[in-house]
């Protein structure tokens, strides 16, 4: 994108004076750099630069207003870039932030936690309860008397 945005500015065409072209080139110039470096932010700010000097070039006779339209075209195309990538950027941070609150989150609880209590020892089971018949009627039986 900054390339058209930088094609746009340059003086080959008619409509753009050369010291005019010069100066936004610069601009196109902090657009693209900035960009480069994965910084939407400055870049969006150096972009708000060029559309200032496009305004005062066009103000001052240095742009036909063909040439400054098809500028902020590109312009705009460029500006809804950066906003995207800032967009992205920002939800990148918000979903790590949850994230990483998710986690404190489980280790907090996991810390709190109160030890497990000991399992009561098993109920006796029916084994025992045939054993416990038999000693009852012990002697009680035929041939017992």
């Known amino acids: 994108m900054a390339a058209a945005l930088l094609s746009g500015c340059a003086t080959t065409e008619a409509g753009l004076e050369r010291e005019a072209a010069r100066q936004l080139q610069a601009r ?11 910084d939407p932010a400055a870049a969006l700010r150096a972009l708000e630069g060029l559309e200032a ?15 400054r339209r098809s500028i902020t075209t590109i312009a705009t195309a460029v500006r809804a870039e950066l906003n995207g990538a800032i967009a992205a950027a920002e939800k990148a941070a918000a979903d790590k932030a949850a994230e990483e609150a998710r986690i404190a989150a489980e280790q907090a609880a996991a810390a709190t936690r109160p030890p497990a209590a000991e399992a009561p020892a098993p109920a006796p089971g029916p084994e025992a309860e045939k054993d416990d018949d038999k000693k009852d009627n012990e002697g009680k039986g035929k041939g017992n008397d």
Do not use: H, M
């Open 53 to 67: 000097e496009l305004e005062a070039a066009q103000s001052e006779g240095q742009i036909s207003e063909d040439r």
């Open 28 to 38: 196109v110039l902090e657009v693209t750099q900035a960009s480069s470096e994965n």
